[in-house]
């Protein structure tokens, strides 16, 4: 019986130690079309990675939590009711950052952004 709780017992150490140590920067995004009609194809590209939605309703929003792997300018791009593509580059983004990104798809396709991130200290 001793044995066999020894390795239980190591394993747990590991994982506490895992789960104590070092923590991800994560950012919390918020895509919000504003506009009185829906935006389609909706896709963010950023250091490491992309996302995206097939569409984003009139007056609705979008969540997504991300990971940055380097620093990059963030970019959207997205297609309107006239099938019309509209591609919008945004903030620099720097690896290790952490917080909120709020992007707002406006009236006649105007985008504003609105980061809230800190770098860890």
Not at 22 to 48: K, M
Not at 70 to 75: A, I, R, W
């Amino acid at each position: 019986m001793r044995g066999s709780s020894l390795p239980a017992w190591c394993a747990t150490i590991v994982v506490l130690g895992l789960l104590s140590g070092c923590q991800s920067a994560w950012i919390q995004a918020q895509i919000v079309n504003q506009q009185n009609t829906p935006v389609n194809l909706v896709e963010v590209d950023y250091a490491g990675g992309s996302f995206g939605i097939q569409s984003i309703a009139a007056h609705s929003a979008f969540h997504y939590r991300f990971h940055l792997l380097g620093s990059d300018k963030v970019k959207l791009s997205f297609t309107d009711t006239s099938y019309r593509n509209v591609k919008v580059t945004g903030p620099e983004l720097e690896k290790g950052q952490s917080g909120t990104l709020r992007i707002e798809i406006e009236p006649g396709n105007r985008v504003a952004w609105v980061p809230q991130l800190k770098l860890p200290k």
